[in-house]
């Protein structure tokens, strides 16, 4: 399969000996992921994919899953997260964003009622697991997804100032192709990784920002 690099290392690996574990017939393996890669080779049974826009379409004989990944939270470092008393305050800091997806600060400050001026964002990464690091080393606040830092805020090395997530629209999707049924190892992991998603959602997000 080819996954997304950030929700590879990040969500996927970290679950695969609990598929093992399930599926002991099932043994997977990574090809290199490409941005616009319609994944038409033989050696690519399936793959992770960003919907790249909230309204936009899958190609023509791509069946999509909606997996996880349209949760965006504001996060920063510990120290930092004490010092902020409201949303309005994290404008007095650097707003790092990811280069990609510029308008996630704006989706998630107008959840909390700030319709207005625009924020004036300072870096930008064009890898969420850049972004990530960034946050790491209190270069600023970040918007990102959530089930991209888990590990750092069960860890307590990342922070969420404030409760409450905004929907990009986005989010992965696991893709096959249509026209091809697969095989029993194929199904059992595709089961597994909608299941394991399911119940990442159902532990981990919370109410939406401003609710």
Wanted: net charge positive; proline share 9%.
């Amino acid at each position: 399969m080819a996954p997304v690099p950030s929700l590879y290392a990040r969500w996927l690996v970290p679950r695969l000996p609990a598929l093992y574990a399930q599926h002991p017939q099932v043994k997977v393996e990574f090809r290199r992921w490409q941005h616009d890669d319609r994944f038409e080779r033989d050696d690519v049974d399936c793959w992770i994919n960003p919907k790249p826009a909230p309204h936009s379409r899958w190609p023509e004989g791509v069946v999509a899953q909606y997996l996880l990944g349209r949760e965006l939270v504001p996060v920063c470092n510990p120290a930092r997260a004490a010092r902020l008393a409201r949303p309005q305050d994290m404008l007095q800091h650097p707003l790092l964003h990811h280069s990609a997806h510029p308008g996630d600060w704006a989706l998630w400050l107008k959840a909390c009622g700030m319709l207005a001026p625009p924020p004036r964002l300072a870096s930008g990464f064009d890898l969420a697991a850049a972004l990530i690091e960034a946050v790491l080393a209190d270069m600023g606040i970040a918007v990102v997804q959530l089930c991209l830092i888990e590990r750092e805020l069960a860890s307590g090395q990342l922070a969420m100032p404030f409760g409450g997530w905004v929907s990009s629209g986005r989010g992965f999707y696991l893709c096959r192709r249509a026209e091809r049924d697969g095989s029993p190892e194929l199904h059992a992991f595709a089961q597994w990784a909608m299941a394991e998603s399911r119940r990442w959602r159902r532990h981990a997000v919370g109410k939406p920002a401003g609710t």
